[in-house]
């Protein structure tokens, strides 16, 4: 009898007995209805993190550790064009084919997250996610973030149009400003006093102009080729004649240059940036102090070093700086020429070439301001 039941064992059709035979088959009753119990209570919790996962805005696709699918959300299968029913069991970057997805799977550092953009449609990018779980197990968060880039290019193209228009007319004005400061002669002082302000006004404009349009050409990263080949040494050796001149603050200048590395990137970014720090360091360093240039080799990256002996910053500056228009002292910025984007041109310029700004500072003893580029970046 027992052995009749055990070929089709349901709560429904235990047989009775008596004697041990009632204790067995009570036993088994037992089990069976515990077991049910718990069937029950998992399919109810993998039905709600069902739910839960479907109700995400995001993408979800669970990974195994051959990178196959296990399982995907509906957003998931519309945005990556996974079939859920055919994909599963298939390895990911076989389905979404894309090469930055695989060298992302394959590196296996998940700190950061990727773009890619489909080959489907192309105004569409997607930010992609690994979070590593388990066994070698991982969640795969893919999140649509095609709108905001679409407004941060808008607003960067803005920028720039306004940048444009804005240079013609102020050219004009600073012409005639020019014609009128021939005309007056030294008698008329207050006039020339006057006119002298509204010169010095029109060259800040323009300054700021064209500052918002470099920042602008480095962010569109359009026009630029960063696989020039650079040799630093004469950049170097070029700038040194135009900070002679801007070292209108009797500053001893030091240069420590190695000859190597050399490195690839845009010519005309690495000498705005290298330039930029060196202005910065003479315009807010006291009078006679030292500026220390250094190039070359440390721990095998190539690092471009300007330290000075000047204000320093406080500790709670030290991030924003990088931020545009970000002052310590907004009047101390301008009376030295400052448009409050200098570092700001600095930090894009070394983030487009896959490098880094790291920035030391003590108050009254002075800064370093370092550009760290990559090893691959060596020629
Ligand atoms: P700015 O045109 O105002 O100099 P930057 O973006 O170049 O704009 O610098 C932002 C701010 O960082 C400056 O206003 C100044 O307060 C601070 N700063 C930059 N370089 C130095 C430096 N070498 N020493 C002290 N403070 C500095």
Known sequence: MLAKWLDNPSLSNLPHGTGVWQYIFTKHYQILKVNKKSKKGLISALDQFTKAAEALMDGVVALNENNEIIWSNRKSQIMLNLNSRKDTG????YIFRNTDLIKYLEQENYEESIKVSLDTQTDKVIEIKIIPFGEKQKVMIAKDISQSIKIESERKEFISNVSHELKTPLTVISGFIETLENMFTPKNTEHKNILKTMSGQANRMSKLIDDLLTLSNVESSLFQNRSEKLIINTIITKLKKNISILNNKGHKI???IDVKPNIYGSKKEIESAFLNL???AIRYTERNGL????????????????????????QKHINRITERFYRVDADRSRSTGGTGLGLSIVKNIINQHDGELKITSEVGEGS?????????SVI
Do not use: A, M
């Open 278 to 280: 060196i202005t910065n």
């Open 368 to 376: 370093s301001f370092k550009l760290i580029f990559n090893k691959e």
């Open 254 to 256: 030091k240069y420590r």
């Open 90 to 93: 298939q390895p990911i970057n």
């Open 291 to 314: 500026i220390s240039i250094s190039w070359g080799l440390i721990n095998g990256l190539p690092i471009f070093e300007v330290k000075d002996t000047g204000s320093g910053i406080e």
